[in-house]
């Protein structure tokens, strides 16, 4: 077992969150193969333990696209997070704001571009599907624009939903699954007291906003299906690139070949990304695709890293293995889930916590000192 801050925090959301909910979190494609292997691959690269080298100055600060991140780490966006604590996503705006991280907004979130972007002083990032409606794209990109957003995260591993069968189980698709939902809800009414599920119509908001009808949560993953595009191609950037003159990271990235691809085509960064494990099973964790990426790219573009990370020495680890940046996804729902602001908060002063543990007893002072000599041994790729 994996002993964390995020497991505890996973229990606790287990125990607070309506099944529908909990499973929509927690699971993953298929037999859930990849997804395991996230999480066990990470924690099974050794780092290198070095000692009696002063490590009494330690510095966690990071440069990205010009902004000083206090921590290599920034929060990934995560669809529904309005449903797992009240007003979810400016919750964790604000958390992550506190400790001086990004928060990244999904298309598919709650609370609007405009009320999460407004709930905090900084910049935020927004993330971008790629959606058949190319208009709603584009008014996407220009409310996110309008609102301040500084960087956008274009998502492109999601051309088709993966199957995901705890969903069909636990009532978030399928037949019958608003039905089913409504009475898992009705059985949680701490959470749906604490979402303001009893007290305002819940809708997705930015959805609804984008469409101009409502667009409720009973029929969320069948508008994801009927909605995504599976004709995305490269030249898509380009589109994109008439709306969004800022930094522009591609999220979704297992490849080296495809890492060179958005080289040549013109992204400031990418996320070495398998949606964790939410997509394709069977694929590569991204701690193992991580090397030959960071070997055919690092330097020429922004690597961030995501997929099984669960605390400050995973985001070592993945620095370690060629990361520049790392985003935390289930990690920080979870806590969330169980705690509001406080608990994303509590999660990240842990992950700092853990990152100078890990930094200290590798001998590494800076993030820039954290390289794969910092690892006993190399993952072995395939
Ligand atoms: C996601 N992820 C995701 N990614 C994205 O680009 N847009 C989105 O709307 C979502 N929605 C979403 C919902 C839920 C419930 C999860 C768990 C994940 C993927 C997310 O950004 C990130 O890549 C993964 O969460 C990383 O894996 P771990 O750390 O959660 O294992």
């Not at 990109?141 to 591993?157: K, P, S």
Request: overall charge neutral; glycine content about 10%.
């Amino acid at each position: 077992m994996i002993i964390s801050a995020a497991t505890d925090y996973r229990a606790a959301a287990k125990r607070k969150l309506p099944p529908f909910l909990f499973h929509y979190l927690d699971g993953g494609a298929y037999a859930e193969y990849t997804l395991k292997r996230n999480v066990e691959d990470l924690a099974q690269v050794a780092l290198r333990q070095r000692v009696l080298r002063n490590m009494s100055a330690l510095s966690l600060e990071t440069q990205l696209f010009g902004q000083t991140l206090a921590m290599p780490v920034a929060l990934a966006p995560v669809g529904l997070c309005g449903m797992y604590a009240r007003r979810g996503e400016v919750q964790a705006a604000r958390a992550a704001e506190s400790k001086g991280i990004p928060f990244t907004l999904s298309t598919v979130s709650v609370g609007t571009i405009e009320e999460v972007s407004s709930a905090i002083t900084g910049p935020m990032w927004f993330q971008l599907y790629v959606l058949k409606d190319r208009g709603f794209m584009r008014n996407a990109l220009e409310r996110a624009r309008a609102a301040g957003c500084t960087t956008l995260v274009f998502t492109v591993d999601m051309p088709v939903p993966g199957a995901r069968y705890r969903d069909a189980h636990s009532g978030m698709s399928g037949p019958n699954a608003a039905l089913r939902r409504y009475l898992q809800a009705v059985a949680h009414p701490a959470w749906a007291w604490d979402v303001g599920l009893l007290g305002r119509p819940h809708d997705l908001g930015n959805i609804s906003a984008y469409l101009g009808k409502p667009t409720g949560l009973a029929d969320y993953i069948g508008w994801l299906a009927k909605n995504f595009d599976p004709s995305i191609s490269w030249s898509d950037l380009e589109w994109i690139r008439e709306f969004w003159q800022g930094p522009m990271i591609i999220k979704g990235i297992l490849d080296a070949e495809d890492a060179r691809d958005a080289v040549r085509f013109g992204a400031d960064g990418i996320v070495v990304s398998n949606h964790g494990g939410r997509q394709l099973d069977g694929v590569l964790s991204s701690t193992r695709a991580l090397p030959a990426i960071a070997d055919a790219v690092k330097g020429d573009i922004a690597i961030l890293a995501d997929s099984g990370v669960r605390n400050g020495l995973d985001v070592v680890r993945m620095i370690a293995l060629g990361a520049d940046t790392v985003l935390l996804g289930r990690a920080y729902i979870y806590a969330l889930a169980t705690a509001g602001e406080k608990g994303v908060a509590n999660l990240l002063d842990l992950i700092d916590k853990e990152m100078r543990v890990a930094m200290t007893l590798t001998g590494a002072g800076t993030i820039a000192g954290i390289t794969r000599e910092s690892l006993a041994r190399h993952v072995i790729q395939e």
